[in-house]
């Protein structure tokens, strides 16, 4: 599956924005969808997964109760809506895809190209 991420952007702390990733390729369906980001000077970090067909999902800590995963498999696209950004928000958002069964683990075998987010005081 090839995944297209956009929306990124520059925005004020305190602000919302919305991540848009477009999967094509090999079908969208019984692919768990997620999130993950990487900061200047730091390693990737995962931001948020969601099942198939998007009864589940899970979240990293530091973005638990502001960010939200969604997946539209009409469009076979996956959101993540970001509110109340904070600057260590500031990363490239990646979207990935994992075709095992939702597990313990996301593990993804597809990534998208990388969307530049930047938070500012």
């Known amino acids: 599956v090839q995944l297209q991420a956009s929306g990124g952007g520059l925005v004020q702390a305190e602000s919302s924005l919305r991540l848009s990733c477009a999967a094509s390729?090999?079908?969208?369906?019984?692919?768990?969808m997620g999130w993950f980001r990487q900061a200047p000077g730091k390693e990737r970090e995962f931001v948020a997964a969601?099942?198939?067909?998007?009864?589940?999902?899970r979240y990293a800590d530091s973005v638990k109760g502001r960010f939200t995963i969604s997946r539209d498999n009409v469009k076979n696209t996956v959101y993540l809506q970001m509110s109340s950004m904070k600057p260590e928000d500031t990363a490239v958002y990646y979207c990935?895809?994992?075709?095992?069964?939702?597990?313990?683990?996301?593990?993804?075998?597809?990534w998208g190209q990388g969307t530049q987010v930047t938070v500012s005081s």
């Open positions: 969601i099942s198939w067909p998007g009864r589940r999902s």
């Open positions: 990935a895809a994992d075709p095992r069964d939702w597990g313990t683990t996301f593990s993804p075998v597809s």
């Open positions: 390729g090999r079908t969208f369906s019984r692919y768990s």
